[in-house]
């Protein structure tokens, strides 16, 4: 549901999203609720840890939610600190072991929490792509990682704090150790503090299964100036693929910017097998070199716009649990696509039709045996057909 009367604030990369997440910690008087697929003890991860631990000390209910593959290598000496000072530390499908996974026999351990949102107060939160992890962790690079954050204020955090009570009262029922009856969750306050119009928008197991799939499909049927999608994980189905390319035929401009730089390689050869179909159909591809591409953002038509953890890919849309804002504002979405388009400037290779005919044979090749080998892994789970992807195009 479009909610009206927010304030929202794009946050670049976590330079700008972890100070203003710190200082919301920080200013908590009530309640605390983070949820993060990955949390590493590095120095941004610590950072979070101590001001999470000073809230609780402070006597702030404080919960942190985290995926149990995502996280599994948190120390446990941090969780037993966390859990002394007064954090409710929680997993969402914690892995117990690491034994081979039976795809169909143990496929619900795919179903994993790759939302990243923070409560405060239930008068804010924060919603997006931003693992809680250092933005150089990787040693490699000497840019920050690419991802974005919306801060939120108004009706909209309402419905973000309704499935954060959902979510975690699921997993209490299902795990010892945590409060029940006597948790109590704040009233949200949804007075009206801007003049933005947003909706939050979830991807889950029951009612929301295709949810945000729909509301990317929507916003691209309907587009009739330009398209531009930052995705790090970029490899969709049938139905995605024709939107897309049904847009370019019909004169509106669509650009895809892609990981140049990435860390799984394989999932970045498979997304290259598209590349043919989408260039010789109109399509505008850039590869991020400068960096890490982690975003998960959209525009369109300079009006609609997109920000949340949801890749355009089967496990983001037919497995994880996720969470994006769209936004109905064309202040926010010309900041977004601000941005994006400074991407392709700056960092940005363009794939050019002719010059992706000429290569070699054998990098085509690799490219779909990549591609094979994700379908194929979603084949021996059950959700190819769901996933409706395979036409060859490249």
């Known amino acids: 549901m479009i909610r009206p009367g927010n304030r929202l604030t794009l946050l670049e990369n976590g330079t700008a999203y972890f100070p203003a997440l710190l200082e919301a910690i920080d200013g908590a008087r009530h309640e605390i609720h983070l949820e993060s697929y990955l949390f590493r003890a590095d120095v941004t991860g610590l950072a979070v840890a101590r001001a999470l631990m000073r809230a609780a000390r402070r006597g702030v209910v404080t919960r942190l939610l985290l995926d149990g593959f995502g996280a599994r290598d948190l120390p446990a000496a941090l969780r037993a600190e966390m859990r002394h000072a007064g954090v409710e530390l929680a997993f969402f499908r914690p892995e117990r072991w690491a034994l081979p996974m039976r795809p169909r026999r143990h496929r619900h351990r795919l179903r994993r929490l790759h939302r990243k949102l923070a409560l405060v107060d239930a008068r804010l939160a924060f919603v997006g792509g931003i693992n809680i992890i250092d933005d150089l962790d990787n040693g490699r690079l000497d840019q920050p990682r690419r991802d974005y954050a919306v801060r939120v204020e108004g009706p909209l955090v309402a419905d973000i704090h309704a499935s954060a009570y959902r979510l975690w009262r699921l997993v209490a029922w299902s795990r010892l150790g945590l409060r029940r009856g006597e948790d109590v969750w704040l009233k949200p306050i949804a007075d ?21 799939e729909r509301a990317y499909l929507d ?22 693929r024709h939107a897309l390319v049904d847009a370019a035929r019909r004169g509106v401009r669509v650009v895809l910017i892609m990981q140049g730089y990435t860390d799984h390689p394989i999932y970045r050869a498979a997304s290259r097998a598209l590349y043919r179909y989408f260039l010789e159909n109109g399509v505008e591809i850039f590869e991020y070199n400068a960096s890490e591409l982690h975003a998960k953002a959209a525009v369109v038509d300079a009006r609609w716009a997109t920000v949340g953890s949801s890749n355009i890919d089967p496990f983001s849309l037919l497995l994880a649990r996720e969470a994006n804002v769209v936004v109905h504002d064309r202040r926010f979405a010309m900041d977004l ?30 490219s779909w045996l990549a591609y094979g080998l994700v379908r194929g892994a979603m084949g021996l789970a059950g959700f190819a057909k769901g996933w409706d992807g395979g036409e060859r195009g490249s």
């Open 219 to 240: 916003a691209i049927r309907h587009a009739r100036l330009e398209i531009f999608i930052a995705n790090a994980y970029f490899l969709p189905g049938l139905r995605f």
């Open 337 to 366: 696509l601000a941005s994006l388009e400074e991407l392709t400037r700056r960092g940005g290779h363009r794939i050019h039709r002719m010059a992706w005919r000429r290569i070699p044979w054998y990098a085509r090749a690799a």
């Open 192 to 212: 009206a503090v801007g003049d933005q119009r947003a909706e939050f928008v979830v991807r889950d197991n029951l009612r929301d299964r295709r949810s945000i």
